[in-house]
C-alpha cells in the first residue's frame, strides 16, 4: 500500500475536502519512517474517516531535529513579525471555520453550530489574542546598589512539546501553540490519536501564512509511542501537556529520567457547585446543566459534583431534572443538537461500567443511566450521592453528574475539598459576600460565581493538587514559555 500525505474526505452533507493525513515536518507533509498509519473513525457513526501517518520514536527525532534548526532564526526573528504570521494563521482559521468546525464534527462528535464558536473561533481569537503578546513580552530593571545596573530579560524556552487531549482538539492547539510561538519557541505538537485531524489541517494553514519551516512540527501518532518520544526527547526544554492525571504524572516523572524539562500539566477534575438557598433557581440549573452536559460531559472542568443547600435540595432537583430533559440528543451535523456521542468504544464502556458501579454503590438514579444506541449515553444525574462513593469522587469524563446537599458554607467546603483535584468550582448564590468568601475560600484554580464554563483566554486556566501544575492562557502562560535570564553590569 502507498501511503498518501492527503486523502479526500467525505463529509455528512454532501461536501468533501482534502484533509492533510501525514506528518507535518520542516514545513512540508511527509509519510511516517515506519510506513505505518492510524485510523480515525467518526464516533457518531463508528466508521473510519481516514487514516493519517502513525508517527514513532524515529519520526519525533525528525521534528525535534527540525524544531531545532528552525530554533534560532525564529527566536531572532522580530517579535513583531512573529506577531503578524500568527495574525495571518488567526485569519486563515477563521477563513476556513466552516470546515475546520465539520472537521471537529465528524473526527470528535461534536455538535457542529457549538464547534464553530467554542472551539474554532475561540481558537482563532485565542492564536489572535497572542499574537497581540508576540512584542509585548518584556523583562525588568531593578535597583540595588549605585555601583551596578540589574537586569532581566526574558527568552524562548527552545523546542517545545504540546501534548494535546481529543476533547478540544483545536482549541487546545490554539491555547499552546499560539503563546508558545508568541514568545518565540519552535514547537513539535502531538494531537491526540483518537482526533488528529483539525491539527493536521492548522498545518496546512501554518504552511499558507507562511511561517519558517521547521518552526511547527506537527506528529500524529499514540500516546505510548510518539508521545513518550517527545517526553523523553533530549532536544525538547518543555512539555505542555493536557490530558489524565495518570499520564499527566508519567510525564513529570519521565521528564526527571531524561532531561529535567521545563512541564505544565493540565489533567483531571472533580469540579464542585454549590448551589446557596438564596440563589435564582431557574438561572443556576440552566448554568450547572451546561457545566456538566457541555461536550458529552468530556471536560476536564465539567460540573461532575454538585451540592446543594438542603432547604432548596428538592426544588432544585425537580427544575434540573426538567431542565436535563430538554437536552438534545443526536446527530452532530443536525442544528439542535446538544449531545453527540462519546467519543470512543472505550470511554462509552468506562463510563457505563461507572454507571453501573454508582447503582451497585446505592447511588439514587434520578435521571439517564441508559445509552440508547451506539456510543451515546444519555445525560445522567444520580442524587443523595455520598462522599464516600466512587461516582462521586472519580473522574468520569462523561455525562454524569452527582448531587448531594448541603447545611451551610462550612459543610459546603468540606465536601467540596474532599478531593484531591483542584481545577474549577461554581458557587451560585445571590448574596455577594457569601459568594466572595466562598470564591477565596475555595483551593482550586478557577472559581466561578453564579456561572459555569466562562472561560476565556485573558484569564489563566489550570489547577492545583492532582489537577496539574502550571497555566494555560493569560499572561501567565508566557512565563511557562519563557526563560528569565538575570544580567548585573558592574558600572
Ligand atoms: P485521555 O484519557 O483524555 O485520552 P490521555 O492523557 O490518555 O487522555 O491523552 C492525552 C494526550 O496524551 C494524547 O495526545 C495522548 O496520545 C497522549 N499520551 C498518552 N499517553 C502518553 C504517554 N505515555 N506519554 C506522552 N503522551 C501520552
Same mark, same amino acid.
Given at each position: ?96 471555520a ?5 472537521? !471537529? ?6 455538535? &457542529?453550530? $457549538? ?6 473561533? @475561540?481558537? %482563532? *481569537?485565542? =492564536? ?5 503578546w ?8 531593578l ?28 482549541l ?20 491526540a ?9 492548522v498545518?496546512?494553514?501554518?504552511? !499558507?501564512a ?5 518552526? &511547527?512540527? $506537527? ?6 509511542? @510518539?508521545? %513518550? *518520544?517527545? =517526553?523523553a ?27 529535567l ?26 448554568w ?77 438514579l ?5 445509552s440508547?444506541?451506539g456510543w ?36 459546603a ?79
Open positions: 500500500m502507498t501511503l498518501q500525505t492527503e486523502s479526500i474526505v467525505e463529509l455528512p452533507d454532501g461536501t468533501s475536502y482534502r484533509q492533510p493525513v501525514g506528518l507535518f515536518i520542516s514545513g512540508e507533509f511527509t509519510t511516517a519512517q515506519g510506513q505505518l498509519s492510524l485510523d480515525t473513525v467518526n464516533p457518531y457513526t463508528g466508521t473510519i474517516i481516514c487514516s493519517v501517518a502513525r508517527g514513532r520514536s524515529d519520526d519525533i527525532d525528525a521534528a525535534v531535529s527540525a524544531a531545532q534548526s528552525a530554533s534560532k532564526g525564529w527566536k531572532d526573528t522580530p517579535p513583531r513579525q512573529r506577531g503578524q504570521l500568527l495574525q495571518t494563521l488567526a485569519q486563515l482559521m477563521r477563513r476556513d466552516d470546515l475546520l468546525a465539520k472537521i !471537529e464534527a465528524v473526527d470528535a462528535g461534536k455538535p &457542529v453550530h $457549538i464547534a464553530k464558536e467554542a472551539d474554532v473561533l @475561540a481558537a %482563532a *481569537a485565542c =492564536v489572535q489574542y497572542y499574537a497581540g508576540a512584542d509585548k513580552i518584556k523583562g525588568d530593571t535597583e540595588t546598589d549605585p555601583k551596578t545596573l540589574n537586569l532581566t530579560v526574558r527568552e524562548p524556552v527552545g523546542v517545545c512539546g504540546l501534548i494535546i487531549p481529543w476533547n478540544f482538539p483545536i487546545m492547539v490554539g491555547w499552546k501553540m499560539a503563546p508558545a510561538l508568541a514568545s518565540g519557541n519552535t514547537v513539535v505538537l502531538k494531537p490519536e483518537l482526533t488528529p485531524l483539525s491539527a493536521l489541517y498545518g496546512k494553514l501554518v504552511q !499558507e507562511g511561517f519558517p519551516p521547521g518552526v &511547527v512540527n $506537527i506528529v500524529t501518532g499514540f500516546g505510548a509511542e @510518539a508521545g %513518550a *518520544a517527545l =517526553v526527547h533530549p532536544g525538547v526544554n518543555k512539555i505542555s501537556f493536557t490530558g489524565s492525571t495518570p499520564v499527566g504524572k508519567g510525564i513529570l516523572s519521565a521528564s526527571a529520567d531524561s532531561s524539562k521545563r512541564i505544565t500539566l493540565e489533567l483531571g477534575g472533580k469540579s464542585p457547585s454549590v448551589i446557596f438557598n438564596d440563589a435564582d433557581l431557574d438561572e443556576v440549573v440552566e450547572v446543566n451546561g457545566g456538566i452536559f457541555y461536550n458529552m460531559g468530556q471536560n476536564c472542568c465539567a460540573g461532575s459534583r454538585i451540592y446543594v443547600q438542603e432547604d432548596v435540595y428538592e426544588a432544585f432537583l425537580e427544575k434540573f431534572i426538567r431542565r436535563v430533559e430538554k437536552n438534545v440528543m443526536g446527530d452532530p451535523f443536525h442544528e439542535k443538537t446538544f449531545l453527540g456521542p462519546q467519543i470512543s468504544a472505550a470511554q462509552h464502556a468506562k463510563i457505563m461500567g461507572m454507571i453501573e458501579n454508582a447503582r451497585t454503590q446505592g447511588a439514587v434520578a435521571k439517564g443511566g441508559e440508547p444506541h451515546f449515553i444519555e445525560p445522567t444525574v444520580f442524587r443523595d450521592v455520598r462522599q464516600d462513593m466512587d461516582i462521586m469522587r472519580e473522574e468520569v469524563f462523561g455525562p454524569v453528574v452527582a448531587v448531594a446537599s448541603f447545611k451551610d458554607a462550612s459543610d467546603l468540606a465536601k467540596v475539598h474532599d478531593t484531591c483535584y483542584g481545577l474549577a468550582a461554581a458557587v451560585f448564590t445571590s448574596d455577594l459576600k457569601q459568594g466572595l468568601g466562598m470564591a477565596k475560600s475555595i483551593k482550586a484554580g478557577t472559581i466561578w460565581v453564579n456561572c459555569y464554563n466562562m472561560i476565556t483566554h485573558e484569564l489563566p486556566f489550570g489547577g492545583c493538587r492532582e489537577s496539574g501544575v502550571g497555566k494555560d492562557l493569560g499572561e501567565d502562560v508566557l512565563s511557562e514559555f519563557t526563560n528569565t535570564k538575570s544580567i548585573r553590569i558592574m558600572l
